[in-house]
């Protein structure tokens, strides 16, 4: 079996209470997964990552664990895992699971017996408990924030304080501690055992902590970079944990694949994580968080496939997540309209009111960015609804949001509405209750409300168009999968001028993006697909590229 054959896969990022409900209960499940797996080849995608589904309260969406070796039992069983696994297999495609070991739950069965046992007791030091400061300790050992609003630090009854980067629900491991990093090996064997062929690595750059006496304020801690003198963010012994993890992965043939959810802006730092004797590769958050743009996206290209050369890995390319706000969306935002209601990040789900959106330009927009990325050597990672076209749900009524991020941010200065409207349930069919993420009797809704608009967003309303989202999403990939070579660009600097970006990839295919609004010239060539149609003014007149337009061109003559 091809162990390189994560290098330049099209992973689809599955978040699976959200794709597709079996039972009707109004989540999604594995049997959901599994019943759609026809429609993932069809797509033709080569990985699925699947976001986590242990058992979980939910308090961030599933990112807070109960139990790291189990199925929540809303979303099926082990046995329906194992049969996913098989079935996946069957169709040719990859599994990557998602695995959470900066925090677990704190309904998992460590963080209650550290809760039942005293102070300074081995159960507590599995987590990172401290005294409080001031009178009694009844004042928080720093004043740190969670990242999803509110302290970082929660007293528990017998006076102490754990720590928790995200939700209260998610106490944070204690890494130094021996049994959690035995644990984790255990767990990353349980998986793989089962066939799992690779994981995704949440915030991995947190593990290690080394918390100073005294300890920094937030706006000392915030001035800090991250690195090696960072408390909290890509300390340099992280680096000890994953090649642990690397051994454990390279006992499977072909060996375990990783990729790690970092954050870091340097290319030496964030190479780290990416080695092979590390995780093996790194997100790539760059094209994410870039407006649409010729030169922005020239420059990230180049930098990252210069970046790679450190690792020797391939790149990786994201343009939507279940963190953020939708691309179709973020791309249509107006101009005049800034950043409306957010916290200042235009690309964090920041919830623009859709007065302020542009959907047709969005979409037009996205559609060309992905034919760009999927044009890039390395590896794309898709999120579930990009391929038709889905945008942000916005409108979501307050009682119905589930993301911590809205509830924990609600007095700020900055409100967040969360995430929320990237993670509304699929339109499957054009009409029915849910259309179609459940079955039409379902004894409950989708457990987020679908807007009307979704009807054409639908799989069933795209399937039979070829000039669809779906159907350009299916185009290219199975070009990608024909035409996908070396791990090489090259630019071709005669066409890329101005708002155009033109490159080619070993065998003859090259790839021109037209990021301006007006119409540039066809170069010559065979189209392969386009992300817009193509202007022809009749017989005679040259074909021209439309604005926010991407055309995939063989320029091989024997193609
Ligand atoms: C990662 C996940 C995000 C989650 C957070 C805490 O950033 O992608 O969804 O909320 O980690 O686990
Ligand atoms: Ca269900």
């Given at each position: 079996m091809d162990a390189d054959w994560w290098r330049q896969a099209v992973v689809y990022q599955i978040y699976p209470r959200s794709f597709a409900d079996a039972n009707g209960d109004g989540i999604g499940d594995l049997a959901g997964i599994i019943s759609r797996i026809g429609y993932l080849e069809q797509l033709g995608v080569d990985a699925v990552w699947l976001s986590p589904f242990y058992p979980s309260a939910l308090a961030d969406g599933g990112y807070d664990v109960d139990d790291y070796r189990d199925v929540d039992p809303r979303i099926g069983t082990l046995e329906q895992f194992d049969a996913l696994v098989a079935a996946l297999h069957e169709a040719g495609i990859w599994l990557i699971v998602d695995i959470v070991p900066n925090h677990s739950s704190n309904r998992h069965r460590w963080f209650q017996e550290a809760l039942a046992s005293a102070p300074g007791s081995p159960a507590r030091d599995r987590y990172i408990?401290?005294?409080?400061?001031?009178?009694?300790?009844?004042?928080?050992?720093?004043?740190?924030?969670?990242?999803?609003?509110?302290?970082?630090?929660?007293?528990?009854?017998?006076?102490?304080?754990?720590?928790?980067?995200?939700?209260?629900?998610?106490?944070?491991?204690?890494?130094?501690?021996?049994?959690?990093?035995?644990?984790?090996?255990?767990?990353?064997?349980?998986?793989?055992?089962?066939?799992?062929?690779?994981?995704r690595v949440d915030v991995a750059a947190r593990l290690a902590k080394k918390f100073p006496e005294p300890m920094p304020s937030q706006a000392e801690l915030s001035r800090i970079p991250s690195g090696p003198d960072s408390p909290v963010y890509d300390r340099d012994e992280v680096?000890?944990?994953?090649?642990?993890?690397?051994?454990?992965?390279?006992?499977?043939?072909?060996?375990?694949?990783?990729?790690?959810?970092?954050?870091?802006?340097?290319?030496?730092?964030?190479?780290?994580?990416?080695?092979?004797?590390?995780?093996?590769?790194?997100?790539n958050f760059d094209l994410l968080k870039a407006d649409f743009?010729?030169?922005?996206?020239?420059?990230?290209?180049?930098?990252?496939?210069?970046?790679?050369?450190?690792?020797?890995?391939?790149?990786?390319?994201?343009?939507?997540?279940?963190?953020?706000?939708?691309?179709?969306?973020?791309?249509?935002?107006?101009?005049?309209?800034?950043?409306?209601?957010?916290?200042?990040?235009?690309?964090?789900?920041?919830?623009?009111?859709?007065?302020?959106?542009?959907?047709?330009?969005?979409?037009?927009?996205?559609?060309a960015a992905t034919l760009v990325e999927l044009a890039l050597p390395g590896s794309a990672y898709l999120y579930q609804g990009e391929e038709l076209g889905l945008g942000e749900v916005t409108g979501i009524p307050d009682e119905q949001r589930q993301d911590p991020?809205?509830?924990?941010?609600?007095?700020?200065?900055?409100?967040?509405?969360?995430?929320?409207?990237?993670?509304?349930?699929?339109?499957?069919?054009?009409?029915?209750?849910?259309?179609?993420?459940?079955?039409?009797?379902?004894?409950?809704?989708?457990?987020?409300?679908?807007?009307d608009w979704f009807a054409d967003c639908s799989v069933e309303a795209e399937s039979g168009d070829p000039s669809s989202t779906l159907g350009m999403y299916r185009r290219a990939l199975e070009l990608r999968r024909e035409m996908q070579g070396g791990e090489t660009l090259e630019w071709d600097d005669g066409l890329s001028v101005g708002d155009v970006l033109a490159f080619s990839r070993p065998g003859g295919w090259l790839c021109v993006a037209n990021f301006g609004d007006d119409p540039v010239?066809?170069?010559?060539?065979?189209?392969?697909?386009?992300?817009?149609?193509?202007?022809?003014?009749?017989?005679?007149?040259?074909?021209?590229?439309?604005?926010?337009?991407?055309?995939?061109?063989?320029?091989?003559?024997?193609?």
């Open positions: 408990f401290r005294d409080g400061l001031g009178a009694g300790g009844s004042r928080p050992p720093s004043d740190w924030t969670s990242q999803f609003g509110g302290p970082a630090w929660t007293r528990v009854p017998d006076g102490q304080w754990y720590f928790h980067t995200f939700t209260v629900e998610q106490p944070e491991l204690n890494w130094d501690n021996p049994e959690v990093r035995a644990e984790f090996l255990d767990t990353l064997r349980f998986w793989a055992d089962r066939g799992v062929d690779g994981f680096q000890s944990i994953y090649a642990e993890w690397r051994r454990v992965f390279n006992e499977y043939d072909p060996p375990r694949m990783a990729v790690a959810e970092v954050w870091v802006n340097s290319p030496e730092r964030r190479a780290r994580y990416a080695r092979p004797e590390s995780l093996g590769q790194a997100f743009d010729a030169e922005q996206f020239r420059r990230i290209v180049t930098s990252n496939l210069d970046q790679v050369k450190l690792s020797e890995s391939s790149s990786t390319w994201v343009l939507s997540n279940h963190d953020v706000v939708r691309h179709a969306t973020r791309y249509g935002l107006r101009p005049d309209g800034g950043r409306p209601g957010g916290r200042g990040d235009r690309w964090v789900n920041d919830g623009a009111p859709a007065s302020q959106i542009d959907r047709g330009l969005g979409l037009r927009r996205a559609r991020k809205f509830w924990r941010t609600r007095d700020d200065e900055r409100p967040s509405v969360g995430r929320d409207g990237c993670r509304v349930p699929l339109p499957w069919t054009r009409s029915g209750p849910s259309f179609g993420f459940g079955p039409d009797d379902s004894a409950a809704g989708p457990h987020l409300p679908q807007p010239p066809l170069p010559s060539g065979r189209v392969l697909v386009s992300s817009a149609p193509l202007i022809r003014p009749g017989t005679d007149g040259p074909a021209r590229i439309p604005g926010a337009c991407t055309v995939w061109l063989s320029i091989d003559a024997g193609r």
